[in-house]
């Protein structure tokens, strides 16, 4: 159920968190799209990429994530949010759609717990609570149900304190991973 709900990038976004990330340009998803479409050898690295730089702690020296990340460092971490996405070469144009950074806030947060109140009365006043009930809940976040719903309130997001920094390579890393 979790992948028929949030099959489209749009969805992973909200359910990170993370709206401001939704991609608007048909151009822009369509270069997207097709490099991660790819069976080529391209595909085949472009994806590898993705996972190496959303899964790998490279340090710099200066962020310091659980006392790792001294210059040259190289651990795994659940989540690489400082992860360079960066590439060169023919795919260079879709790793530049993943290196845009956002960064978390209480605003944002509200954006999402507000797409699951507008779906909720919506589908309330239709009186078709089964939808209301079954797939609307997928957007609540703490906000409005701190034991069940997306941990993204007014102070934090996924248990990172506002304002947290997220790449779009971060948002398809963590969609790819899933699967």
């Known amino acids: 159920r979790y992948h028929i709900n949030f099959l489209e990038y749009a969805s992973w976004c909200v359910r990170q968190g993370f709206p401001y990330h939704w991609i608007y340009s048909v151009d822009d998803s369509r270069t997207l799209l097709n490099a991660l479409a ?12 993705i996972f190496y730089r959303g899964s790998t702690l490279i340090g710099d020296g200066v962020n310091l994530v659980n006392n790792v990340g001294t210059l040259g460092e190289v651990a795994f971490t659940p989540e690489a949010n400082r992860g360079n ?11 530049d759609l993943l290196t845009s950074v956002q960064s978390s806030s209480s ?10 109140t507008g779906c909720f009365r919506e589908y309330v006043f239709l009186q078709n609570r089964w939808i209301a009930n079954s797939y609307c809940s997928d957007f609540e976040t703490s906000i409005t149900n701190p034991s069940k719903g997306i941990p993204c309130d007014t102070v934090q997001v996924y248990g990172n ?19």
């Not at 080529?40 to 994806?47: A, E, K, L, T």
């Not at 605003?107 to 699951?116: D, E, K, M």
């Not at 779009?168 to 790819?176: C, I, S």
């Open 161 to 179: 304190p506002h304002p947290y920094q997220k790449s779009r390579g971060n948002v398809v890393y963590q969609m790819l991973y899933s699967l």
């Open 38 to 49: 790819r069976n080529d050898s391209f595909g085949v690295s472009f994806r590898e990429h």
């Open 85 to 95: 996405f960066s590439c060169t070469g023919e795919l260079a144009p879709a790793c």
């Open 107 to 116: 605003g944002q947060c509200a954006s999402v717990n507000s797409l699951y």
